[in-house]
């Protein structure tokens, strides 16, 4: 159930828990974590007696992009370093490719021990 809150420039859609858990295809627990640790933002409760958490659409899309950066192998703690960073440098792209730059450094390290590895095994089966 989405419900509006009026704001000069633009409309806030809020959701609650279960939309946001449909529509971002994760579960509630997954919500509850990230907003426990810090990665969604202007959650709200309007009625402090049900207890219900508002959360605003802009937490959809955080979401999304935090299943993104998960997938290119960023812990939660550089998830939420890039959300900060895109909170307050939307439009910066100097950041963008420093992150991507850094990240890319370390899968090649990753790739670098994983061969050495998997060459070590190879020489231990062929003895």
């Known amino acids: 159930m989405e419900y509006s809150q009026r704001s000069r420039k633009k409309e ?4 609650k828990i279960g939309e946001l858990s449909k529509k971002a295809a994760v579960s509630r627990d997954t919500i509850r974590f990230y907003e426990k640790n810090l990665l969604l933002v202007n959650v709200t409760r309007p009625n402090e007696w049900n207890n219900y958490k508002d959360y605003p659409e802009e937490n959809l899309k955080r979401i999304v992009i ?10 939660l703690n550089e998830c939420r370093e890039v959300l900060q960073e895109m909170d307050e440098n939307p439009n910066k792209s100097e ?4 992150v991507a730059k850094s990240k890319l450094e370390a899968i090649n390290e990753q790739i670098n021990y994983l061969v050495n590895v998997r060459n070590t095994l190879i020489k231990v089966l062929e003895d």
């Not at 806030?12 to 959701?15: A, H, L, P, S, V």
């Not at 950041?95 to 420093?98: E, P, Q």
């Open 95 to 98: 950041y963008k490719r420093k």
């Open 66 to 75: 935090i299943k993104c950066l998960k997938k290119f192998g960023f812990t």
């Open 12 to 15: 806030i859609i809020f959701m």
